[in-house]
């Protein structure tokens, strides 16, 4: 999968601007402010309908204009296809090769993407829900399965969530309810272990390929229940052992909604005992494993990289950009880059 040709109108800072890029390295070079990470920002929409900062549609509007027109050009094996993502007063149409589509997860097959943006440099110390967030975007991007198994646990917690929340509680009602949420969470359970599994069976080669200290790191999923074959059973004494307190605060306590997963380096978790520049290495291997998973499917992602160059030593980044250089298209957004490599293709936004 590559993205050859891009066309922005009116979005973000972009008035009107065309961008042809290569395979390999593609360099956004440019002043903060000048518009480079709207370009990977548009790219992201066009691999999903959204953005990968989580902006509105309307947000993505330039300031003065009431329409948005991003037009692509991208390249799957020898099939090119053409996708136009149009928003006009806040609504949004997606087109492939002229044709309206029904559902924005049509978009996977024409371009995926794995992103690294600044605001994930806190991923591992941050809020469990990035993380969960994390695991459920990356296999939903590959198994439809996955994704409608998360709606209708999502669906099932609501309803759960509802019952506790009555001055009368349907017993009845709560346990068939509660019934149906614990075979709901097996699915997205075995799969995120499954996923954690592929993962790891890349993290440590792309860990060592960006980073010398020949630290071995390695992702610990931690499920409510573990994920076995008496899950079921398991997880049903888990909720009957937590319903006291999910009485008393009228919520659910436990589930996949409250999994976890963190690094470790030698043993020891990254985002407590690790500095900074650790848990910065240890979420771009992370990211790039998650490429290496997909890759490995005969799919090759585009890897968007925005800001990913301004915390690293001199160091690091030779070893990132050789790394990089082994990938079909890459993005990196940066103010400027130290040296010249013909490999790297750059686009200037200061001329």
Avoid: W
């Amino acid at each position: 999968m590559l993205i050859d040709k891009l066309h922005l109108e009116n979005f973000r800072s972009h008035t009107m601007n065309d961008y042809v890029f290569s395979s390999g390295i593609n360099a956004i070079i440019g002043p903060n402010g000048s518009g480079k990470t709207s370009i990977v920002e548009a790219i992201s929409l066009i691999a999903s309908g959204h953005s990968f900062k989580g902006a509105e549609d309307k947000e993505l509007v330039r300031r003065g204009a009431n329409y948005l027109n991003i037009e692509a050009t991208t390249i799957k094996g020898k099939i090119a296809t053409k996708v136009k993502i149009n928003v006009v007063n806040g609504q949004k149409r997606v087109y492939i090769d002229g044709t309206a589509i029904k559902r924005l997860s049509e978009l996977i097959e024409v371009l995926n993407v794995v992103t690294f943006e600044p605001k994930e440099v806190g991923l591992l110390q941050g809020a469990p829900r990035l993380r969960r967030k994390f695991l459920d975007f990356a296999i939903s991007k590959s198994s439809p399965f996955y994704l409608a198994k998360l709606q209708e646990y999502d669906k099932l917690l609501s309803e759960r969530n509802k019952i506790l929340k009555e001055d009368e509680i349907d017993e009845t009602h709560l346990n068939i309810v509660t019934d149906l949420l614990i075979k709901a969470s097996q699915p997205i359970c075995e799969m995120r272990e499954k996923y954690v599994k592929a993962l790891n069976a890349c993290l440590g080669k792309v860990y060592s390929r960006i980073d010398s200290s020949k630290k071995n790191p390695k992702i610990v999923y931690e499920p409510f229940v573990k994920v076995s074959d008496a899950f079921l059973i398991e997880a049903k004494t888990a909720f009957k052992d937590a319903l006291t307190n999910d009485l008393a605060k009228k919520v659910t306590s436990i589930g996949p909604q409250k999994d976890d997963f963190l690094i470790t380096l030698n043993g020891e978790n990254v985002a407590t005992y690790g500095s900074q520049g650790e848990n910065r290495i240890a979420i771009i291997a992370l990211k790039l494993a998650s490429h290496q998973v997909v890759t490995s499917r005969e799919e090759k992602p585009v890897v968007i990289l925005d800001d990913v160059l301004s915390e690293l030593d001199d160091v690091h980044k030779d070893k990132l950009l050789t790394y990089l250089k082994t990938i079909d298209q890459v993005f990196i957004t940066a103010t400027h880059l130290k040296k010249k490599d013909d490999a790297v293709h750059i686009i200037d936004l200061t001329k």
